[in-house]
């Protein structure tokens, strides 16, 4: 694949891996060891850019990773995060932020240990902690970068006063926020302000929670232990209104002889050089689908007619509970 950069030098390639679900967040857990040959297989088809965190687990997603991209550590790109309130002993959680420099520190030490690395490449904040100022997180980053403990400082669902604050004291290369046809808000401020600091866009959730591939509808039932029963936007009302969406890009991918995920991805491609999506699957068929996104070429005329035929569509339902809606940075 084609390289992109995020901030000023870390190269990767243009799609990534988010690897939470293969372990968190969308039912039971996969077999561990069908995910670390699917990661091995991402590898193999030259993916470098791999997406964990502590707390999806917690620990268990990192070990994963940390087990898959040990026979080619020199040659892939592992990005992790901190911030959730994990005992480093236990894995249990409060449900709250810490990012106490102490936290941050003890919280390095375990993402190195499971990743079997002696160096993060790109150390996220997972959410930011408003009990403590951003330079101190910042700065204690940069302390950890001195150290060669970590490469690359980022953060995730983070507002525009905080990146800017965060970027005076140790540079940015990369947010990860949510971005898709499925929420556009990043467009409004976040874009142009990453834009002007040099700091790339790592998008999450760029196929929609799975919306957008087309496979889901309002009578489509998620497993238990899936966030997205939690999710307003998920809800069937919510999905059933919803569907007009997708309509527009499964039009598309007919037209295109492509498939809607692959136009999803696509879309988010064409809009920045600058921006990398890690979609996440559990399949191998749909991680070369995804792939194949990177052939799928929209012309001006294509964006120019999804964003005509999506201008008057309002989408239905907030992207979070209102529990977790609480830690998004404005």
């Known amino acids: 694949m084609k390289k992109r950069t995020l901030g000023r030098k870390l190269e990767v390639a243009e799609i990534g891996l988010g690897c939470m679900g293969m372990s968190f967040g969308y039912g039971p857990a996969a077999d561990p060891g069908d995910m670390i040959a699917l990661i091995r297989a991402a590898v193999e088809r030259g993916v470098d850019f791999f997406d964990t965190a502590e707390v999806y687990g917690p620990f268990t997603n990192e070990d994963l990773v940390g087990e898959a991209l040990a026979p080619h550590r020199n040659d892939v790109v592992i990005a992790t995060k901190f911030g959730w309130d994990v005992d480093p002993a236990t894995g249990k959680s409060s449900g709250g932020v810490n990012s106490r420099p102490e936290q941050i520190r003890a919280a390095v030490e375990g993402s190195l240990k499971r990743l079997r690395t002696d160096r993060i490449d790109l150390l996220y904040q997972h959410r930011v902690d408003p009990n403590v100022p951003i330079e101190d997180v910042a700065g204690t980053v940069k302390e950890l970068i001195a150290q060669g403990k970590v490469k690359h400082f980022g953060l ?10 965060a970027h005076a004291v140790q540079p940015v290369t990369a947010l990860q926020s949510e971005y898709s046809l499925f929420w556009r808000e990043p467009e409004a401020e976040i874009l142009p302000v990453l834009d002007e600091l040099g700091i790339g866009f790592v998008p999450f959730s760029p196929l929609g929670k799975g919306f957008l591939t087309g496979k889901i509808d309002a009578t489509t039932s998620f497993d238990s232990a899936d966030f997205r029963n939690t999710v307003p936007r998920f809800s069937a009302e919510n999905r059933k209104a919803n569907l007009a969406l997708v309509e527009i890009v499964e039009r ?36 070369e689908e995804n792939l194949g996104a990177v052939d799928v070429a929209l012309a001006p005329d294509d964006l120019r007619e999804i964003d005509d035929a999506t201008a008057d569509i309002t989408l239905a339902g907030a992207r979070y509970s209102e529990n977790s809606q609480r830690w998004i940075d404005r």
């Open 252 to 287: 598309i991918a007919r037209k295109k002889q492509a498939t809607p995920a692959q136009v999803a991805l696509a879309w988010i491609l064409a809009q920045k050089p600058w921006i990398v999506p890690i979609p996440g699957t559990t399949k191998l068929h749909r991680l």
């Open 156 to 165: 995730s669902e983070a507002g525009v006063r905080t990146i800017r604050r």
